[in-house]
């Protein structure tokens, strides 16, 4: 049996009324993701527009996959979306939480803003037993305000069960990342949640990833832990381009090496200008405020190093283009391509392209930026700067490539060709994912963070 992005091929013997609150991201992917494996989803968004376009079968954003899978689910009869907590209270035996938990203005801490209305508006309705399964990353200790919070608000009281589910999708991959996860980790207070939750999943479970049955602490931990150490996994390597920048080595032959023992693993080396997007920066921020809050600030003290490397790294992608500009911006044109904080994303949050793309505008540059899906995302929030669909209308007479995403469209360009279409053969790969060899064969100077200089091939 294979369950991939675009076929499920077993459906629940049991299946059962789930309501999903929150159809961002993480939201639609499983509330189609739950209709495909045969149970009966209410998706739910206070956001009416949203609701409008899913109930059409398409996303508000870019997901390779989802919009197909969304459809497949609609053309069973099995899901629809709607803007009513009465509905969703009265419909659902299971209630899937997944609103989102952003970065609080002016503090690192999570805002719960949408967790606490989301449960303080559908618990006074909860008026039949009925199990509330927690999705969304939330500081430790969330689960337990929210279960205390049911038992104190809803009719059905403490047959009101709350579990903890975290969720692992990564942005480009989340359909697969639901069909196929590769663990499923569930808090329980009881075995008959587990047994509940188990049976839910059957159609994926049976694939064989490890089932993980925890305490509703370490379920909520877990999540904090995952992406704080993939943060740290990244920002390790990019402290690793510092020193090889210091010295003359190699980042990504040092990866290459590193990676080869299995207790270390290549996966998540690939340095550049860092990690950003609406998850690592955030979570890692608000894992630091919740362990200040529990008085063991210190333990996650090397967190902020994690994030400062991150940042440090974008602001050696402007310097690098301030040096490949001769040590003038001022008038100089760039073409940063990339503005998504990672490839088959149209997510621009915390987006280090566009963050470097803004401070070389600040700085005098005429920074023309270019994406195949993020552009809509990016003029919205940041309107100062030149956005151009076309790669290659958007390089035309530039003095500067950076390129900061690492589209597969970017890989496969022609050196050659742009080269014939910029004012000046200079390229900063900012993700190591150029082919250096190409574009110095062709006349380029091409520095990347934390590589040796090749400068320019007649130079050679
Ligand atoms: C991340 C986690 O990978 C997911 O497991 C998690 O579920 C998700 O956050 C979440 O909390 O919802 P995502 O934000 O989609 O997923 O993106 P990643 O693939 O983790 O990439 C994050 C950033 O790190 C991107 O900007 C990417 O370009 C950068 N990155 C990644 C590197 O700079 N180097 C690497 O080696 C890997």
Redesign the pocket.
Known sequence: MTVDATTTTTTTTNPRNITVIGCG??GAVHAAAMADIGHNVLGFDVDVDKVALLNTGHTPFYEPGLDELLERALATGRLRFTTSYEETATFGDVHFLCVGTPQQKGSHAADLVYVRSAIQTLAPMLTKPSLVVGKS?VPVGTAEWVRDELHRLAPAGEDIRLAWN?????????VQ?TLRPDRLVIGVESQRDEAELADLYAPIRAQGMPWVVVDLATAQLV?NA??AF??T??SF??AMAELCEATGADVVALADAIGHDARIGR??????????????PK?LRGFMARADELGVDQALAFLRDVDDINMRRRRRAVDVAIELLGGSVNGANIAVLGAA???D?D?IR???ALDVATSLHDIGANVVVTDPKALDNARRTRPGLTYIEDVREAVANADVLLHL??WREYRDLDPAEIGSLVSHRNILDG?NALDAKLWQDAGWDIRALGRPSLGHSHAQ
Request: charged share 25%.
């Open positions: 991201y993480l990353t975290p969720e692992f999708l990564r942005e480009g991959f989340a990342d999540k995952a992406n993939l943060a996994k990244i390597i990019n996966r998540f080396l690939q340095a550049g200008v860092g990690f950003g997007g609406g998850c690592l979570d904080f990672k490839p994303s997510d915390d987006s280090p995403t690492e993700r």
